[in-house]
């Protein structure tokens, strides 16, 4: 499931750590879903929009306003995005003179978090092992996996290069080859504290930025117990009503489909291996029974019909 490939990590309007979703007062709300910000609206939504359920828009890199929210995002480490959600508005109260309408204070509502992909890149690992101080000039790494005629499995890295027009120029294939190891392939790491760190700095920066309400509302995170979950996780425990499996930053576990996967794959400690002629007397010995209790079948039928003749033949004189 692609979706437990990201991790998240967000804090709602109280400053302490949520969903990733801003539910807004008229029915619009936002949510951080893999490394996007989906903007939901039903009475918004239309069958042109591009989008299925209530979802209108997903936005990923800039500044975006939108009925009634100040949308700001941008890309950071880990192919993540980091997103800052701000909805205001200004409620209608009665006049003095119970007749004239005026707009009272603001309500303000803050949402902060990071999507990005939990599993880090084995690429440094790969060219150290290879000996290669990193890759050449322009080029682009394609990281991959085969599997020979001998049964023997490597874990490769093709390189390419940009061509004219947007266009794929030279490529070199099976650059680095080396034999398949647990150490080479991608591993879950979660949400690292180095993009945590940088997302808290740009978050400070917006929040400076934006006036006095930001700042207040910045103030209220406590850094020091940030949690973070899976969102394939996330999707589980929606479903079966259970809590969000969230864990301390740089505490990250393995995804549950992972582990689902993995499980599934491990053989059954009750299975014993036979050999092939064990097999093929098991599978004559099933054939032989088969074919007995088809002819005790055919038998008895026979002799029903037998019997049948019998009673209807005419008696001799």
């Not at 425990?237 to 301390?248: E, L, N, Q, S």
């Not at 050999?275 to 079948?297: G, H, V, W």
């Not at 026979?302 to 019998?310: G, H, I, P, T, V």
């Amino acid at each position: 499931m692609a979706l437990s490939n990201w991790d998240c990590m967000a804090f709602g309007p109280d400053g302490k750590p949520c969903d990733g979703k801003l539910m807004c007062s008229d029915g619009q709300w936002v949510e951080i879903y893999k490394n996007w910000c989906y903007i939901h609206n039903k009475k918004m939504w239309h069958k042109r929009c591009g989008y299925t359920g209530d979802t209108i828009a997903s936005f990923g890199h800039g500044q975006l306003e939108i009925d009634g929210m100040d949308l700001h995002a941008k890309r950071g480490p880990q192919d993540s995005i980091f997103l800052f959600a701000r909805y205001r508005k200004y409620p209608h109260l009665p006049g003095s003179n119970g007749r004239k309408i005026k707009f009272g204070p603001p309500i303000n509502m803050f949402m902060a978090g990071i999507g990005g992909c939990g599993y880090d890149d084995p690429l440094p690992r790969l060219l150290k092992a290879a000996g290669k101080k990193g890759l050449p000039k322009g080029a682009n790494a394609q990281i991959g996996s085969l599997s020979t005629g001998d049964k023997k499995r490597y874990e490769i890295v093709d390189l390419w290069w940009e061509g004219k027009k947007g266009k794929i120029g030279k490529i070199i294939q099976n650059w680095i080859k080396l034999p398949s190891k647990a150490h080479f392939r991608s591993r879950w790491v979660g949400l690292t504290r180095s993009t945590i760190k940088e997302f808290f700095k740009w978050l400070e920066e917006q929040a400076n930025e934006a006036g006095p309400n930001e700042q207040k509302w910045f103030a209220k995170i406590d850094k020091k117990h940030a949690l973070r979950f899976n969102q394939g996780d996330a999707f589980f425990a929606m479903h079966t009503k259970d809590p969000i499996p969230a864990t301390k930053t740089g505490k990250a576990k393995e995804p549950v489909i992972s582990k689902m996967i993995k499980k599934m794959g491990e053989p059954k400690a009750t299975a014993k291996r036979i050999s092939a002629k064990e097999c093929m007397t098991k599978a004559y010995k099933i054939r032989e029974k088969i074919f007995k209790r088809k002819a005790e079948r055919e038998c008895a039928s026979a002799q029903l019909r037998l019997a049948s003749l019998k009673k209807g033949a005419p008696s001799e004189k």
